[in-house]
């Protein structure tokens, strides 16, 4: 048993936080979430020469070859300094569903252009009926000579405004909430008949609705199998999850680290609030709630090639951790600044927000304590 | 023990609802956050109940108050909340209001009341400094007597809507070497007075609610003064007292966890809507139960006061158990909305909104309520003070 980090796993670490330190200053990060397209796309470039889009892929198509490990420390770094480039959405997601389900002509083709940041992906997955289970679809692919017309509604497609290309699922086949019938398609953004509405989203992030009215794709577009594309869905939200994790305790960390600062230095009743044993005692709450949720995290990422009942409850598990201890410690930290935790000028506020919202991301903490009883 | 209305109450309650069904403006019912409402969409309601002379139920009836007994008040409440009216703000006629006609004099009295009543003068309130805020008596925006006025400098914040105020009631420090709470005094200052400016503060809903308000130099006419000078906190005190009463929401929160459930039943879930799934339904219930012991910890409060006991440090209680039921239905009807938590569609232009809405109507504006409720267990005396106030005073700790 070791939860050492190696050498070049330290390394990647310091390059990340230096980045983050040099580059994403708060008052950076708000310029940056307020400006019309709303992200940095030279900082993008900088990953790429950072090589941190390269982190999870193999060496033959560019990659670095790393392990969820290395994408677990570049998100938790990504959540201290409330990076909102999309690396979950394209590194993750997007190359997740091409390193476990993509063809070699995709894998050649778009993960070199991933790596070299040049390719963003947005994750087309949940629908305004769907709620948070994965197969309820009503996007529908219809086999159309040797391809497909896409037809649906997608909610909520993050990161979407900056993408080029999109990963789609679609029922091929079945009701609307089979498991089976469902295929995934990856699409370039502004092919024929896809129409977005932009919008950003209150932690800071873009999104978009995405329409797609009879939307042609061809058949090399398909990832994995077609009809069996659920289980691979799951396999790479799962991963998604575990990255999610680490951006978390990332901001958890920042947000502890704060308000203990905080209570040491604000005084009132001649007295910095620190001392006050109702306040320590809620502080000694959010540190449990962070040791907890990295355990929680570290667990995750270590178990991602566990069989898949194995690893779907420990996916549930670490959200179902993250989501109450976010929920916990931003709130407390909002709590414990008092009114200046209210304002939009302080940190805290955003990283509340980011917290909030990572436990809507890919399921909320009823869905995942659901998922993982069904397991149990 | 009873807990029926008498047919004079029944008959209250029939005149009271009539009256808000007939009267309350149709256009304020669009409103879904207090962000978007103008200063004109606060007063609309309330120059309605002024010209029925039902804006201040608790004030005695020879300053343009009502003979209400403390059931009547209570239904008043309860049906304001039912129909969910835009409450009418506290500043001046909950807060201000009392002190002037419980420690002003005569001139006073007969200078500020009618504007209060009327709405045409808009109060804020400059009690919390950027020290001092559970710690109120530590406060240090000093008037400084120079004949026949106080020049006052310092500065408040969290001070709500002051951007539309026209007048501020301030405790300012007029004794710098007495103990904090015996030099502190009441000043009633002109906002148009020159020296004040106001500077918006934007909360993490992006609304802008508060503001800081820097005093430089302001000259305060000494007739501005309430009461004696350096007896501040006295009427401080006092007018603390007041903000708590009515703060459980009891009939408002009502209203809102209605509002969750048909969201609830709006929002499909598989086969059924999430108002039918268990898990959710037990935290709605939970939720319930709360607030049922809070109504009836409230009725206690009121029948007590009924046989005349004024509120006692008990009505923390209703402060601390009522914005936790605040907070948890905003939280779980941000939960129900699930992926349209996350629009930000603040100050955009929705001018093609119909043609490719964003989500569910009702999502509107779910995540900044729930983000905006998070000051209410902040303000008024944060939770953590009411529990310090039951234990000394209630416990003897």
């Known amino acids: ?317 670490a959200k179902v951790q993250i989501g109450k201890a976010g929920r916990f410690i931003g709130q407390n930290a909002v709590q414990l600044h008092g009114g200046m935790g209210m304002t939009d000028e302080l940190n805290v506020g955003h990283y509340f927000k980011r917290l909030t919202l990572i436990d809507t991301q890919f399921g909320n903490v009823d869905h995942h304590l659901k998922r993982y009883s069904s397991l149990s | 023990m009873d807990l029926e209305y008498t047919p004079e109450e029944i008959a209250f309650r029939d005149e009271v609802r009539n009256f808000i069904e007939q009267n309350y403006p149709k256009h304020l019912k669009e409103i879904k956050t207090r962000s978007e409402m103008t200063k004109d969409d606060f007063l609309s309601w309330h120059r309605i109940l002024h010209k029925k002379g039902w804006v201040a139920p608790s004030w005695p009836v020879e300053h343009g108050g009502t003979d209400w007994t403390p059931a009547q008040k209570y239904i008043w409440n309860e049906e304001n909340g039912a129909a969910g009216t835009i409450p009418v703000l506290p500043f001046g006629v909950a807060m201000v209001g009392p002190v002037i006609y419980t420690f002003g004099n005569e001139e006073q009295k007969k200078r500020f009341l009618p504007g209060i009543l009327s709405g045409d003068d808009w109060w804020c309130q400059g009690y919390s400094e950027p020290g001092s805020g559970s710690d109120l008596a530590s406060l240090r925006t000093k008037a400084v007597r120079e004949g026949d006025h106080y020049i006052v400098n310092g500065s408040k914040t969290w001070t709500t809507l002051a951007q539309h105020a026209d007048w501020i009631f301030c405790l300012v420090r007029t004794d710098s070497d007495a103990k904090a709470q015996e030099g502190i005094s009441f000043l009633l200052i002109d906002m148009n007075t020159p020296g004040i400016e106001v500077r918006p503060i934007i909360t993490i809903d992006g609304s802008h609610e508060v503001n800081e308000v820097f005093l430089t130099d302001v000259k305060v006419p000494v007739e501005n003064l309430i009461g004696e000078e350096n007896k501040g906190w006295t009427y401080a005190k006092f007018l603390l007292g007041h903000e708590r009463s009515g703060i459980a929401a009891v009939s408002r929160s009502k209203k809102q966890i209605d509002r969750l459930k048909e969201i609830a039943k709006g929002e499909q879930d598989g086969t059924a809507s999430l108002f039918d799934d268990d898990s959710f339904k037990l935290k709605l219930s939970e939720l319930e ?61 929705l001018g093609s909104y119909n043609e490719f809405p964003i989500g569910p109507e009702h999502a509107d504006g779910v995540a900044a309520n729930y983000l905006n409720m998070r000051k209410a267990s902040i303000y008024g005396g944060s939770n953590e003070i009411q529990h310090n106030i039951i234990a000394k005073m209630v416990l003897g700790l």
């Open chain 1, 1 to 317: 048993m070791d939860f050492s980090f190696s050498e070049e796993q330290t390394l990647l670490r310091n390059s990340v936080q230096r980045f983050v330190q040099d580059n994403y200053e708060f008052e950076t990060r708000r310029k940056i979430t307020a400006s019309d397209t709303g992200w940095r796309e030279d900082y993008w470039k900088q990953f790429a020469e950072l090589g941190i889009l390269a982190a999870p892929f193999d060496e033959e198509h560019g990659g670095l070859g790393g392990s969820s490990i290395e994408t677990m420390i570049v998100m938790e770094e990504f959540g201290r300094g409330l990076v909102v480039e999309p690396y979950l959405p394209t590194v993750i997601i997007g190359g997740g569903f091409l390193r476990y389900g993509g063809t070699d002509d995709q894998k050649n083709a778009i993960i070199p252009e991933i790596i070299s940041g040049d390719t963003v992906v947005a994750f087309a997955y949940a629908e305004p009926q769907g709620r948070y289970n994965l197969a309820d679809l009503t996007t529908t692919a219809t086999k159309n000579g040797s391809g497909y017309v896409l037809n649906g509604q997608k909610a909520v497609v993050l990161a979407a405004p900056w993408a080029n290309k999109l990963v789609v699922t679609a029922r091929t086949s079945g009701g609307q909430r089979d498991e089976g019938g469902v295929t995934l398609f990856i699409v370039d953004k502004n092919a024929g008949g896809i129409s977005t509405r932009d919008y950003p989203t209150i932690d800071g992030l873009r999104a978009s609705e995405v329409t797609f009215e009879n939307v042609a794709v061809p058949a090399e577009n398909v990832i994995g199998d077609v009809d069996g594309g659920l289980p691979l869905v799951e396999k790479v939200v799962d991963e998604g999850i575990a990255a999610l994790c680490a951006e978390a305790i990332g901001g958890m960390k920042v947000l502890n680290d704060t308000t203990v600062e905080y209570c040491k230095t604000r005084k009132q009743f001649g007295q910095p609030i620190g001392k006050f044993q109702v306040l320590q005692h809620r502080m000694v709450d959010m540190f449990m709630a962070y040791e907890q949720s990295v355990s929680m995290t570290y667990m995750v990422n270590l178990k991602l090639d566990e069989g898949v009942d194995e690893r779907k409850k420990a996916a549930s598990g």
């Open chain 2, 289 to 349: 139960v709360d607030l049922t012991a809070l109504e009836y910890t409230e009725l206690r409060t009121l029948a007590s006061e009924n046989a005349g006991k004024g509120p006692g440090p008990e009505s923390s209680i209703l402060k601390i158990k009522g914005t936790e039921i605040q907070q948890r239905i905003t939280e779980l009807t941000l939960e129900a909305v699930g992926h349209y938590a996350y629009p930000n569609l603040q100050g955009m232009d």
